[in-house]
């Protein structure tokens, strides 16, 4: 698989989101998954998953963003 978001395994995510859909073959089955990262337009922090579907990338880096909110109260 050729991928479009990392070079030598690095994000190339500057700021805000970006995805990838590619599938993956187990078995006799086909599943789409996507590669999802975010970067953090002020920390610069990076969060990147896969998961089956783009929602499910997207309602983990909303759960992400508020624990990371709450470290950044304290």
Do not use: H, P
């Given at each position: 698989?050729?991928?479009?978001?990392?070079?030598?395994?690095?994000s190339t995510?500057?700021?805000?989101?970006?995805?990838?859909?590619?599938?993956?073959?187990i078995?006799?089955?086909?599943?789409?998954?996507?590669q999802?990262?975010?970067?953090?337009?002020?920390?610069?922090?990076l969060f990147?998953?896969?998961k089956?579907?783009l929602?499910?990338?997207?309602?983990?880096?909303?759960?992400?963003?508020?624990c990371?909110?709450?470290e950044?109260?304290l």
């Amino acid at each position: 698989m050729t991928t479009r978001m990392t070079i030598n395994g690095v994000s190339t995510c500057m700021a805000g989101e970006k995805y990838e859909k590619f599938q993956i073959k187990i078995g006799r089955k086909v599943r789409t998954m996507y590669q999802y990262d975010y970067r953090d337009t002020l920390s610069g922090d990076l969060f990147s998953c896969v998961k089956s579907t783009l929602g499910e990338c997207r309602q983990l880096r909303d759960e992400w963003l508020k624990c990371k909110n709450k470290e950044d109260r304290l």
